[in-house]
C-alpha cells in the first residue's frame, strides 16, 4: 500500500508577475513556466533572472520598512 502525497506548488508574487507580464509581452503562465525552468531558451532564462532580482528587491524593501518602523 503506498502513502498518498499531495503535490506541493510554488507560489509565485503576483506582482512580479504582472510586471514581467507587462515587460516581456508574454503570458503569465509562459513566464510561470519559464521560472520553474519548463522552457528553454533564451528569454526565458532572462525572465528568471529578473524574476529573482526582482524576488530580492521586494524583500528587501519589506525588511528595510520593518526596521524603520521598529525605530
Same mark, same amino acid.
Given at each position: 500500500?503506498s #502513502?498518498?502525497?499531495?503535490?506541493?506548488? #510554488?507560489?509565485?508574487?503576483?506582482? &512580479?508577475?504582472?510586471? /514581467? $507580464? /507587462?515587460?516581456?509581452?508574454?503570458?503569465?503562465?509562459? &513566464?510561470?513556466?519559464? &521560472?520553474n525552468?519548463?522552457? #528553454?531558451?533564451?528569454?526565458?532564462?532572462?525572465?528568471? #533572472?529578473?524574476?529573482?532580482?526582482?524576488?530580492?528587491?521586494?524583500?528587501?524593501?519589506?525588511?528595510? $520598512?520593518?526596521?524603520?518602523? /521598529?525605530?
Amino acid at each position: 500500500m503506498s #502513502k498518498s502525497k499531495t503535490k506541493i506548488y #510554488k507560489s509565485y508574487d503576483s506582482n &512580479i508577475l504582472e510586471a /514581467l $507580464f /507587462l515587460k516581456y509581452g508574454v503570458s503569465k503562465y509562459y &513566464i510561470r513556466q519559464s &521560472i520553474n525552468g519548463t522552457v #528553454k531558451g533564451l528569454t526565458p532564462d532572462i525572465i528568471k #533572472k529578473d524574476y529573482s532580482k526582482m524576488v530580492k528587491e521586494n524583500e528587501t524593501t519589506v525588511q528595510n $520598512f520593518i526596521n524603520k518602523t /521598529l525605530e
